[in-house]
């Protein structure tokens, strides 16, 4: 079956790096983008960006553009998302999804996702 | 960027009652719109897609309707598994943003 495997849990200093990873199986890695999403405790979801497996190409919410990277390594099915000067606000689980599109039915939606790597910056 | 809201924020119902959400986006974004049903300490799990296509396995139970603006995701009788928080999200154009929850709880 398709699925998503995390890295696991973090815990960080303010102004250090994490990077998350998101293990794929069950389908062809290169076929579908790779969505991040994260969500504070007790809060809503928040999208991040996206990634195409296949080219490499990125696309970032305006808010994390200049600090967070979405890359790949194909040979291995895994994508990973690296966000770079974390403060405290950036405490929260982070998701990676499948972005499934088609276009017939003009639609496009995140199925599945990962399990969620929750990372805590904390002094 | 297109804003997402959602109401009510939070509901108390009874297992068999009938329950409805409603998700209203800034601008149209035709039918490019996701429900997504999230227990505590999981990942949120795909329900309705594409405004009103029922995800495979999902109960029949659920039901989304709506297109321009003006979403809808019913539960026609709610069963104890149901108690979850209930996000919408447009997929028109990025940013992919969702909407804040509706939480469903016991009443």
């Known amino acids: 079956q398709v699925q998503l495997v995390q890295s696991g849990a973090e815990v960080k200093k303010p102004g250090a790096s994490v990077k998350v990873s998101c293990k794929a199986s069950?389908?062809?890695?290169?076929?579908?983008?790779i969505n991040w999403v994260r969500q504070a405790t007790g809060q809503g979801l928040e999208w991040m960006g996206w990634?195409?497996?296949?080219?490499?190409?990125?696309g970032y919410a305006q808010k994390f553009q200049g600090r967070v990277t979405m890359t790949r390594n194909t040979s291995i099915s895994t994508a990973y998302m690296e966000l770079s000067s974390l403060r405290s606000e950036d405490t929260a689980v982070y998701y990676c999804?499948?972005?499934?599109?088609?276009?017939?039915?003009?639609?496009?939606?995140?199925?599945?996702w990962g399990q969620g790597t929750l990372v805590t910056v904390s002094s | 960027d297109i804003q997402m809201t959602q109401s009510p924020s939070s509901l108390s119902a009874s297992v068999g009652d009938r329950v409805t959400i409603t998700c209203r986006a800034s601008?149209?974004?035709?039918?490019?719109l996701n429900w997504y049903q999230q227990k505590p300490g999981k990942a949120p799990k795909l329900l309705i897609y594409?405004?009103?296509s029922l995800q495979s396995g999902v109960p029949s139970r659920f039901s989304g309707s709506g297109s321009g603006t003006d979403f809808t995701l019913t539960i026609s009788s709610l069963q104890p598994e149901d108690f979850a928080t209930y996000y919408c999200?447009?997929?028109?154009?990025?940013?992919f943003g969702f909407g804040p929850g509706t939480k469903v709880d016991i009443k």
């Open positions: 069950g389908y062809t890695f290169t076929s579908y983008d």
């Open positions: 594409a405004a009103s």
């Open positions: 999804a499948v972005a499934v599109v088609v276009a017939a039915l003009r639609a496009n939606w995140f199925d599945p």
């Open positions: 990634m195409n497996p296949n080219s490499g190409n990125t």
């Open positions: 999200q447009q997929s028109y154009s990025t940013p």
């Open positions: 601008q149209s974004i035709s039918s490019y």
